[in-house]
């Protein structure tokens, strides 16, 4: 990258700093305080290096994404031998999913660390939900890069393995809750209609939306098409039973 001599000493002692700050909270002490200064920093900030390629977070969440879904399937394989490939999809759905991801960023506090611009800070990028999965990712991507598969293994174990273990049975899967209910009452089943695909190539947000017969369509987004299907279902299904309790009064 292109930096000037001061920039780089000032950059330098900086990132060790948080460097510092980042190793005791999560237990791991990078080698490069480079590859952690691009896993933690937001798009809205124009970094470029010597081959003026951008430089944010973006590729080592590309990364970082695969490594998860990895690393939790082969985790949840040993957990729940006993289990058909079902359950262990819903299982690791639940652990892979944004709202879980970044709950995790909240507990280590990663918000404090996005290195962003003014505007992105000041509407609250610091608490932003996707903002903060995207940069747990990143950070999951920069450990692989830092130190390897054992290194980030261990990390991704420390902070899922308890979340894992929590539930002893698989979350239910609301599209077949859903279905079975439409079924139950004799209606038409549930249609689910893909209404909006945007965000960047490697990891789009899809947007589905849900119809069932004498109710109002929702929606739901996602990163994958089948998660925003359940997430629309749920929406449903909580649609649903409003309208019963709102019927009893």
């Known amino acids: 990258m292109q930096y000037n001599k001061n920039f780089l000493l000032v950059l330098k002692v900086n990132m060790e700093s948080l460097n510092d700050v980042i ?19 937001h798009p809205s900030v124009n970094q470029r ?13 590309f990364l970082g994404d695969s490594i998860l879904n990895m690393i939790i399937s082969v ?4 957990l729940f031998p006993d289990e058909k490939e079902g359950a262990l999809a ?4 639940d652990l892979v999913c944004g709202p879980t991801i970044a709950n995790i960023a909240k507990e280590i506090k990663l918000g404090d660390f996005i290195i962003m611009n003014n505007g992105e800070r000041c509407n609250g990028g610091e608490c932003n939900v996707k ?6 990712e990143a950070l999951i991507g920069a450990i692989y890069i830092d130190g390897g598969f054992e290194s980030v293994e261990k990390f991704i174990t420390k902070y899922w393995e308890e979340l894992a273990r929590k539930t002893l049975n698989p979350p239910q899967d ?7 209910w439409t079924q139950k009452n004799k209606l038409s089943l549930p249609e689910y ?19 069932v017969e004498n109710y109002s369509r929702v929606c739901a987004k996602a990163y994958s098409k089948k998660v925003a299907e359940q997430k629309a279902a749920e929406l449903m299904l909580e649609m649903i039973d409003s309208s019963k309790e709102n019927e009893i009064v």
Do not use: C
């Open 23 to 41: 190793s005791r909270v999560i237990g791991y002490e990078f080698k490069d305080s480079f590859v952690l200064k691009e896993a933690l920093t």
């Open 49 to 61: 290096n010597s081959k003026n390629q951008t430089v944010n977070y973006e590729r080592l969440e």
């Open 75 to 78: 985790m949840l394989f040993k």
């Open 90 to 93: 819903r299982r690791k759905t």
């Open 131 to 136: 903002n903060l999965e995207n940069a747990l």
């Open 174 to 180: 609301p599209k077949t809750l859903l279905q079975e």
């Open 193 to 211: 209609e893909l209404i909006e695909q945007d965000g960047p190539a490697h990891k789009p947000e899809f947007t589905i939306s849900v119809y």
